[in-house]
């Protein structure tokens, strides 16, 4: 019997992590994280990710809100996956496939995948590229300190004051 139309299909209720479980998760305990992350850098398909790691698809995704390092780690496996897929478009497109093969590809949903990514995974490159320059930029300032702190250090020596150091 189908569902008459307008009734709202009922809201499952949240799965919650118990708090004492979520403080005692620790790298031993995150055992799953880079099989899930290297599935989805494979498929860029969070359920079948999930399937590979052993875990419920509510589980990545809630520590994706809590752990921005894990969040990061994601985003990276699905430039990563969106890659991958590129290049596979283009060997497919260059190469042509097998007519014989019993799984066909969809180039055509593959480029339209690719082009409507294109600026979330350019603006994903760009904010991992400034957090390259940011810690270069703070490793430069850590060492020009140090350097000043040297200089500072002989200037006295070789006007016979003594340094806080002595």
């Known amino acids: 019997m189908a569902k008459p139309t307008g009734q709202a299909r009922a809201k499952k209720p949240r799965t919650r992590i118990d708090a004492a479980l979520a ?3 620790t790298k031993n305990s995150r ?3 880079a099989e899930f992350l ?6 860029s398909n969070v359920t079948a990710a999930s399937a590979t790691a052993g875990v419920h698809p509510s589980r990545p995704y809630k520590l994706k809100r809590a752990d921005s390092e894990f969040a990061d780690k994601w985003r990276g496996a699905l430039c990563e996956g969106y890659d991958l897929l590129e290049m596979e478009v283009l060997h497919r497109l260059r190469f ?3 007519r014989d093969g019993d799984a066909k590809f969809d180039n055509a949903t593959a ?3 690719l082009s409507q990514h ?3 995974v350019a603006r994903e490159r760009a904010i991992r590229a400034n957090a390259d320059v940011a810690l270069v930029r703070a490793s430069l300032h850590q060492k020009l300190l140090q350097i000043r702190d040297e200089v500072l250090a002989r200037r006295a020596i070789a ?3 003594s340094t806080p150091d002595d």
Request: net charge negative.
């Open 23 to 25: 403080a005692q998760e």
């Open 31 to 33: 055992h799953w994280q």
């Open 38 to 43: 290297a599935a989805l850098a494979e498929t």
């Open 96 to 98: 042509g496939e097998p």
């Open 111 to 113: 480029l339209r995948l």
């Open 118 to 120: 294109r600026e979330t």
């Open 159 to 161: 006007a016979g004051v």
